[in-house]
């Protein structure tokens, strides 16, 4: 392999291509001659398998220090008792599974637990099917309408987290929100002064609908994305066939979709599984009990009630439920990655 | 009508229903931080900002320590992004372009790791500041966001350095250049687009931040934009002229570099997870 007398920046000659080039004529890509090739140093040559590692390191070690830690200590945490008291002296007392026992013997976790695995669910589902519908809907429009629409669902997902819960407070205020009125209007009921908070169900649909909103257009944009790939012709073959739209749908372009799909439910389950900005400020910061999902009562049992140690067992639990639940899409993703 | 004229006015009619409701709840927020306080608390809505004000825009940057937050916004979004990008840039590259012992666990890792939720490490993290003294610094609140922006970074850009055809540089090496120096004068020049969205991105996750802003910073000079915005909303009574002009400003940073890279990150995203 030839070789500039350049310094070379990552300190060493980098590991061959894997393909073997094809003969070229010598001049780089402006054209110009190439420099006069160097036979490469045994050092260099030594060195070339370190190359990657090297460049992972400053990564990997604050990585490590960053989040293997907090992970480790988290763990570590949950098997002590770490109150106040210990948060003074700086080190917790450790007392085995105690904190785990007071939260599976506590009927209000699997109220909790069920109540975080309903929303996800609810979320997750929603999310998707909405998006996969807007999706199909953008690429059945004309050219126009679908510029437009585009451009809706990229403004609604350029909303930050705090804006968006704001935005819906303020629609669904009880005594002069657009929803309120718009639902007394249409003669769905009396609405007026109506407090969708006071009763956790709706609370929860209010707060699944900000969700929902913000997660939206990115689903439905990037699964738009992903149907340029499926082959019209396929499509059209299938449907001369006699198949109806939602098999061509299912055994058609679903398939061709699958590895997007997959990661967009991953990553829904993921934030949706762990929410708490939402709950916490569409409530002002003061949730009651019936709102608590895992990391509301991980937040609360730590930062409100100063029992970190139980506050962590939780987040643990949270991240265990989390990890089973994602298990499976992973597991479909790392298939689709390779080795 | 026609069978297929109707279908299209269908689908028109849904791609309304879509604009309806991605757009009205943000025209109402704009709209809502020009009116008069008597429009706002009218029980009949009234859809126009006209005749509009600026006062809620007025007594919203005059809330105590409006331009302090936004500094100290500032001061953690470019450190943080900055930091990140070196980082990963570097490990990115690792991972896409070099065989290694250990590449595979690595990818593995990077998945994983951004699936262990912040809400959970926030107690350890917590705790482990404050033996340091850190809490309540601004230096404190940017090692945290590095724990969530550090790896979206690593596999975003990885995403995007996959999607250079590796012959190109192979090209370049045949034509004389190091391994080096075809990264700095072929791959680097086309990675370029692919690291501003990535910082971009990155500035929007820690700008969209509530949770660790919330937890780590105490006093009121050290707060954020996030936590300058909420707390709007706790008195009784909300205030929904200032909210909603609070919120107008807080987002339209978001939404400008939003813009710039929306394309980009969907296809980074997306291409980083699917190919090897």
Not at chain 1, 39 to 68: E, F, Q
Not at chain 1, 211 to 225: K, N, S
Not at chain 2, 157 to 185: H, K, Q, S, W, Y
């Amino acid at each position: 392999m030839k070789q500039t007398a350049r310094p070379d920046p990552f300190g060493g000659e980098l590991a061959p291509p894997r393909t073997p080039p094809t003969a070229r004529p010598a001049t780089d890509l402006a054209g110009r001659p190439a420099v006069a090739p160097r036979p490469p140093g045994s050092r260099r040559r030594r060195l070339r398998p370190l190359v990657p590692y090297a460049l992972l390191a400053p990564a990997l070690l604050v990585l490590a220090a960053i989040l293997g830690f907090p992970m480790y200590r988290l763990v570590s945490l949950s098997f002590q008792r770490y109150g106040l008291k210990e948060l003074f002296a700086g080190r917790g007392t450790f007392i085995g599974l105690d904190n785990y026992r007071e939260i599976v013997t506590d009927p209000f976790f699997w109220t909790v637990v069920a109540r975080t695995l309903v929303f996800a669910s609810v979320a997750v589902g929603l999310t998707m099917t909405l998006g996969t519908l807007v999706a199909l809907l953008l690429r059945n429009l004309g050219r126009r309408m679908r510029v437009l629409v585009t451009a809706g669902l990229v403004a609604a997902w350029a909303m930050p987290t705090l804006t968006a819960i704001s935005i819906w407070q303020w629609l669904f205020d009880f005594e002069f929100g657009v929803v309120n009125w718009l639902l007394t209007r249409l003669g769905v009921g009396g609405y007026e002064q109506h407090n969708w908070f006071d009763q956790p169900l709706q609370g929860f649909a209010v707060i699944v609908l900000v969700v929902v909103w913000a997660a939206l257009p990115f689903v439905a944009i990037t699964l738009h994305a992903g149907l340029t790939q499926v082959p019209a012709e396929l499509e059209e073959a299938a449907r001369v066939d006699g198949a109806g739209p939602w098999q061509v749908f299912r055994h058609i372009t679903f398939p061709v979709l699958k590895p997007v799909f997959l990661i967009l439910a991953t990553l829904s389950t993921i934030w949706d599984f762990k929410v708490f900005t939402q709950i916490w400020v569409m409530l002002n910061q003061r949730p009651s009990r019936e709102y608590f999902l895992l990391g509301i009562w991980s937040y609360s049992e730590s930062f409100g009630v100063t029992r970190y140690g139980k506050g962590a067992a939780i987040a643990v639990v949270m991240v265990v439920l989390l990890l089973l639940v994602t298990s499976f899409y992973v597991r479909q993703m790392l298939r689709a990655v390779g080795p | 009508m026609t069978r297929r004229q109707l279908t299209r006015a269908g689908y028109n009619a849904a791609a309304v229903l879509v604009l309806l409701v991605t757009l009205f709840p943000i025209y109402w927020m704009v709209a809502t931080g020009f009116k008069r306080g008597s429009d706002i608390l009218s029980f009949e809505p009234r859809w126009l900002p006209i005749p509009g004000t600026l006062e809620n825009y007025r007594s919203a940057i005059a809330k105590p320590n409006f331009l302090q937050d936004v500094r100290n916004s500032l001061v953690v979004v470019v450190a943080t992004v900055l930091i990140s990008l070196v980082l990963a840039f570097l490990a990115a590259l690792a991972a896409a372009r070099f065989n290694f012992r250990g590449r595979a666990v690595l990818i593995i890792m990077l998945i994983v790791v951004q699936m262990v939720p912040l809400e959970a490490l926030i107690i350890p993290i917590y705790l482990m500041l404050d033996g340091a003294g850190q809490t309540d610094r601004l230096a404190g609140i940017v090692v945290t966001y590095l724990t969530f922006v550090l790896p979206f970074s690593i596999w975003t850009l990885r995403g995007f350095i996959v999607n250079i055809p590796e012959e190109l540089e192979e090209a370049a090496m045949v034509d004389g250049c190091t391994r080096a120096g075809a990264f700095r004068r072929i791959l680097f020049p086309l990675v370029a687009p692919g690291l501003v969205a990535t910082a971009v991105f990155s500035f929007i996750l820690v700008w969209n931040d509530y949770l660790i802003a919330y937890v780590l910073l105490r006093s009121p000079e050290k707060q954020t934009l996030g936590i300058w915005l909420a707390s709007f909303t706790t008195n009784h009574g909300t205030e929904w002229g200032g909210v909603m002009a609070g919120s107008t400003l807080f987002a339209i940073p978001a939404v400008v570099f939003f813009l710039l890279v929306q394309r980009r990150v969907v296809s980074g995203l997306t291409a980083g997870a699917v190919k090897g």
